[in-house]
């Protein structure tokens, strides 16, 4: 029995799995919408440190940033600490105070306490929720290419069949059954890339140098500097670090997590880990390029284990890629459907009740899954794919956040849900938003960000909060 035998054993067991574990939860889950999407705002401590690490180590760390070494080398390495670090930063500053509050969503959180502006909750809905959408395609995406080059499955059935099976294990389960399986997901997955990083790494005998000298013998030594100016270093930095801080899935874990201190511990350490391990994606890459520099960047990994390891290596480093997949692609899913239900259906119609909203988040899960199936088949690049939607999202929404939280009416009163206190208005979080994602696409994340603190303390400066705007949120 060969490699193609035992990945199709590991994937379909591990399948089963995964909807068994749904099934378990799905009762528990089916409580109300807040329990369905938060779990009721009672997770411990290690089911959100398992479940930050699961979900942060999807495939894109893995084949994305290897792909993205073997292409530019070291010059990855602005946008992994700016994306990676980012977890560090929001653990440091945003988690413990996240964690404080019951919200859905960032956007509900952004709604109650800042702005009290249905446009700007839709807008910020629809930014946030493009940044999960981005990286459920991307897990597919990966997760497809990957399998093809090792049973030589077409990508596209593969694509659709593993889509497929975390659509149906997200929908039923909730956010139950997408912590408990990343808790065993997550210690395999660390476990696992600590065995696979010692492997690569073996092949340069631990040594930066060597990997230098090889890459100078196949004509590549510049991927061994930062060949990039200033400005491009930043760009990548704030690209990576705004659009992790506008990621729903890590607000989320904090409004689930049982303490402040929880949240904040978690975080944390899952975002060192991940700047580590996303690194070391980087130089192996880099470690395949000096082996083989004639390869599809996409398959640069995938080549290495095949042609220099043993079958066993093989089939840990799919088993590694494949828990690091479906648990990154059903917490993200089950993160695009809250964002979708909470803040773009639920204000806008009649009151229901809570197991309505259940059933309309598992409905959105499966139409959310289908759009992701659509735009991993249509993308060519899993870190552009990631890269566009940050941009778009940090430059846009991030800035009157920031803006938000900082410009206070009463300096000494601190935030309390279902009290505004910001002197961010109406228009100058509308503005604010929308000139920074389109600014961010057009010229650049640091001018969008720039136009978008401008324009919202500008216009907020012009037109004030309406009076008024506090009691018609409430009437909504």
Not at 150 to 167: E, N, R
Not at 374 to 382: N, P, Q, R, T, V
Request: net charge neutral; proline share 2%; aromatic share 12%.
């Amino acid at each position: 029995m060969g490699l193609v035998f035992w990945t199709w054993t590991v994937m379909i067991a591990a399948c089963l799995f995964f909807i068994a574990m749904s099934l378990k939860y799905r009762k528990k889950a089916g409580v109300s919408f807040t329990h369905y999407a938060i779990a009721g705002g009672t997770l411990p401590f290690f089911l959100i440190l398992f479940t930050d690490i699961a979900t942060i180590m999807g495939v894109g760390n893995f084949i994305g940033h290897s792909a993205e070494g073997y292409k530019i080398g070291f010059a990855n390495i602005p946008f992994v600490i700016g994306e990676q670090g980012a977890k560090v930063l929001f653990a440091l500053v945003f988690a413990g105070f996240a964690a404080r509050f019951t919200y859905h969503t960032l956007a509900e959180l952004m709604h109650d306490l800042i702005l009290r502006d249905r446009i700007s909750r839709i807008l910020i809905a629809i930014l946030t929720s493009s940044i999960m959408l981005a990286w459920v395609s991307g897990q597919a995406m990966g997760l497809g290419a990957l399998f093809a080059t090792f049973t030589g499955a077409d990508p596209l059935m593969m694509i659709i069949l593993f889509s497929f099976v975390f659509i149906i294990y997200t929908t039923i389960g909730g956010i139950y059954s997408v912590v408990w399986t990343d808790l065993i997901q997550g210690v395999v997955l660390v476990g696992l890339a600590i065995w696979f990083y010692f492997q690569v790494f073996s092949e340069i005998d631990f040594s930066l140098a060597t990997l230098q000298t090889g890459l100078a013998d196949v004509g590549a030594a510049g991927l061994m500097e930062f060949n990039l100016s200033v400005m491009e270093v930043l760009t990548l930095f704030v690209t990576g670090t705004f659009g992790v801080l506008a990621a729903q899935m890590y607000w989320q874990r904090c409004f689930a997590a049982d303490s402040p201190k929880t949240a904040s511990r978690a975080m944390l350490y899952s975002g060192i880990i991940a700047i580590i391990f996303t690194i070391m994606a980087t130089i192996s890459g880099m470690v395949v390029k000096m082996k083989n520099p004639d390869l599809d960047p996409n398959n640069a990994i995938s080549w290495l284990i095949l042609e220099e390891m043993t079958m066993a290596a093989a089939l840990a480093f799919f088993t590694l890629i494949f828990m690091a997949a479906i648990s990154s692609a059903s917490s993200l899913l089950h993160s695009a459907s809250v964002v979708i239900v909470n803040d773009l259906i639920i204000p806008n119609m009649k009151k229901k009740s809570d197991a309505y909203y259940v059933k309309l988040t598992r409905y959105s899960v499966v139409l959310i899954g289908i759009f992701s199936i659509a735009a991993a088949l249509l993308s060519d690049s899993i870190i552009g794919l990631f890269s566009l939607a940050y941009s778009m999202t940090g430059g846009g929404v991030i800035p009157v956040l920031i803006v938000g939280l900082l410009w206070k009416e009463k300096r000494s009163s601190p935030f309390k849900m279902g009290t505004r206190n910001s002197r961010v208005s109406v228009w100058g979080g509308r503005i604010g938003i929308i000139s920074g994602s389109v600014v961010s696409l057009l010229f650049g994340i640091l001018w969008g960000v720039l136009a978008s603190v401008i324009l919202t303390v500008a216009i907020s400066l012009i037109l004030p909060k309406d009076p008024n705007a506090d009691l018609a949120a409430e009437a909504n």
